[in-house]
C-alpha cells in the first residue's frame, strides 16, 4: 500500500486528505489453522469490509520467558510477519490489538502463565486466582508489572511500527490493553495491592496537603495520609466525600497506566492512532 497518513479530526477517521469510515471485522489468525487464512481473508474481504482486526496476544507470542516467536518457527499459527502481509495482500488495513491484556476469553486474559506464576506480586493482592478467564486481577501499575509490559512491547512495536500506514504498510490503528478496568469491574473491586494503597495515600496527601483538611471533610480523625485505606463497600451517603475521592484517584489511575502505554508506542515510532477500550469500575 502507498504511504499515507491516518488521523482522528472532527470525530472521524481521515485517511490521506479524505475521510475514512473504518468497516472492521475480527479475524483472530491464533484461532484459525494456517491453512486457512486465506480463505476467511478472502471471505472478509467478500462481506466489504475494508479492515481486520485481531488481537495479538502476549501470552501466544512469548510462550516461554524471553523467547518470543512471530515468524511462526514454533508453531505455524504464530507467524504474525506472515498474518499482516497476507492481510494487506487481500487490500486490506489492519487493527492490531497488542495488549498486554486481551481477554478474548482466553486464560489469564492473554496474559503468559509463566508471568503470573513466577511473578505473583503482579496480582492486586498479591495472590494468584483461578485459570477461569475474567479472574485475573492484575495491577495495572506493579513495577514488575510495568517492566514486563515494556519488554513485551519493545519485542512486538517493532513489527507494528514497520507495516504502519504511514510507512506504506497496512496497520491503520492500534489498541493499547483491552477492557481496561473490565476484570476488576466485573469482580466488584478495586486494585488493593500494598503499591496502590500507597499512591492512593499520595494522592490524597497531594489534593489536600494537610491531614486537617481531610479530616474536616470525612468527619474523621486521621494523623497521618498513611493510615488511610482504600474503601470497602458501598458508597452510601455516610461516606460520599471519600467515595467520590476515591473514584478520582482510580480516574487518575487508568489514566496513568494508559499513558504508560502511550508513551511506550510512542517510543517505538507508533505513529497511527492508539485507541483504548475501558470500562470503569463501580462496586456495588
Known sequence: MERQEVRLEHKRFVLGDKPFFLYSGEVHYFRIPRREWRDRLRKAKVTGLNTISSYIPWCWHEFKEGYFDFTGKTHPEKDLLEFIKLVEEFGLYFLARIGPISNAELVHEGLPGWLLKEHSEVYTEGKGLSDLPHVTLVSYLNPTFQMYVKRWYESVLPIIATNQVTRGGNIILVQLCNEI?????????????????????????????????????????????????????????GWKPVFWDWAKFYRW???????????????????????ANIRDILLE
Do not use: C
Not at 496513568?256 to 492512532?273: E, F, G, I, M, N
Open 181 to 237: 478496568g473490565m476484570v476488576h469491574w466485573v469482580n466488584k473491586t478495586a486494585d488493593y495491592s500494598p503499591i496502590v494503597t500507597g499512591l492512593y495515600q499520595d494522592f490524597l496527601r497531594g489534593n489536600y496537603s494537610e491531614i486537617g483538611k481531610l479530616n474536616m471533610n470525612y468527619g474523621t480523625d486521621y494523623r497521618d495520609f498513611n493510615q488511610i485505606e482504600q474503601p470497602h463497600g458501598h458508597a452510601d451517603s
Open 253 to 275: 489511575y487508568h489514566a496513568t497506566y494508559y499513558q504508560s502505554l502511550t508513551h511506550l508506542a510512542r517510543t517505538q515510532k507508533v505513529t497511527v492512532p492508539v485507541v
